[in-house]
Nanobody, 116 residues
Framework: QVQLVESGGGSVQPGGSLRLSCAAS????????MGWYRQAPGKQQRELVA????????NYADFVKGRFTISRDNAKNTVYLQMNSLKPEDTAVYYC?????????WGQGTQVTVSS
């Protein structure tokens, strides 16, 4: 099984930056596609923020393009989300996801709050 632990969340003012980390306790981390999702306050659905495949291909939601960067360090079993130019609408719980075929794992989430 894959255990995922997110860190790096917190409160920041609009225009600020945060870097989220997701550490996986898994010896074969490198074969998983990784993603960051978020769930805004009062919303039922989690939405994809960014993903990075096992081969390093990245994909971003339109609302974060040019502001967020996803990366992975397979040697450290860790995926990152660098978030710049944060907006109040980025406020959400951010979840790390690992996926391979029918297997999907989620972290507990980390709160990101963007406000003045």
């Amino acid at each position: 099984q894959v255990q995922l632990v997110e860190s790096g969340g917190g409160s920041v003012q609009p225009g600020g930056s945060l870097r989220l980390s997701c550490a996986a306790s898994e010896s074969i981390f490198s074969i998983y596609d990784m993603g960051w999702y978020r769930q805004a306050p009062g919303k039922q659905q989690r939405e994809l923020v960014a993903s990075i495949s096992s081969g390093g291909n990245t994909n971003y939601a339109d609302f974060v393009k040019g502001r967020f960067t996803i990366s992975r360090d397979n040697a450290k079993n860790t995926v990152y989300l660098q978030m710049n130019s944060l907006k109040p609408e980025d406020t959400a719980v951010y979840y790390c996801n690992a996926n391979r075929y029918f297997r999907s794992y989620w972290g507990q989430g980390t709160q990101v709050t963007v406000s003045s």
